[in-house]
């Protein structure tokens, strides 16, 4: 194996590990916050994965991918927020 196809390895493996960790949070919660932040998270450990695999191989094919998941991940942050702010001005 050469040296890239193992830093390809132990950078799925690791990025697996804090994938499966972030999705318990996003179904344990307890709360919408704690599934918000950890769906956010979710998405920048995907950013990351593809970031690395881009800067390894040495291409550019993902960029339009990795915009669109950022673009994805503000926007669910926003309306999250507004429907978090809302609800606590309704109590």
Known sequence: MTATTILLIAIYAAFTVAALI????IVVGPSILDRAV????LLTEVICVLGADMAIGHHTRTLPVLLIIAAVGIFGSIAIARFVARKDVTK
Not at 22 to 25: A, C, G, I, Q, S
Not at 38 to 41: E, F, I, L, N, Y
Request: proline share 0%.
């Open 22 to 25: 972030t999705l318990w949070r």
């Open 38 to 41: 950890a769906s956010d998270v």
